[in-house]
């Protein structure tokens, strides 16, 4: 296992709509891809570009959405989670699990429409982060 590209930051919001607009307006944001709905994973998404990498907005798709809990604790959203790349998902989840690492669920198609998983914050030096194969 070798440590990949950051392909995003996840940031949750209560709001994809005001959050595109801080990009735009106040960040100066060019590139903003068409949100969608990714309801597997209880989420709304948007991408915006960066020179070297992208901000994943994510809303939460009602009460049952993981990013719904995030949201009650952080109600003006923030950082969610950290996302590198990796060349073969399934290499990277055994690597990790022979770290004594805690996966969270098993391989799934992203955002990105590539395979993801997630690694628990408390095996990441506090930060949650996801894993995506390229």
Excluded at 23 to 38: C, H, K, N, P
Aim: one cysteine or more; aromatic letters at 8%.
């Amino acid at each position: 296992m070798k440590l990949g590209r950051l392909n995003h930051v996840g940031v949750a919001t209560p709001s994809i709509e005001n959050s595109v607009a801080f990009y735009r307006d106040v960040m100066g944001a060019e590139v903003i891809r068409e949100s969608f709905d990714l309801p597997a994973q209880g989420v709304k998404v948007c991408f915006i570009d960066t020179p070297n990498s992208q901000i994943e907005l994510i809303e939460p798709l009602g009460e049952s959405s993981p990013i719904h809990g995030f949201l009650a604790k952080n109600p003006a959203g923030g950082q969610h989670h950290l996302c590198y790349e990796v060349p073969d998902i399934h290499a990277a989840k055994a690597w990790f699990e022979g770290k004594g690492a805690k996966i969270l669920g098993e391989p799934r198609i992203g955002a990105h429409g590539t395979p993801i998983f997630f690694v628990h914050p408390k095996d990441m030096n506090g930060v949650l982060t996801e894993i995506m194969e390229t």
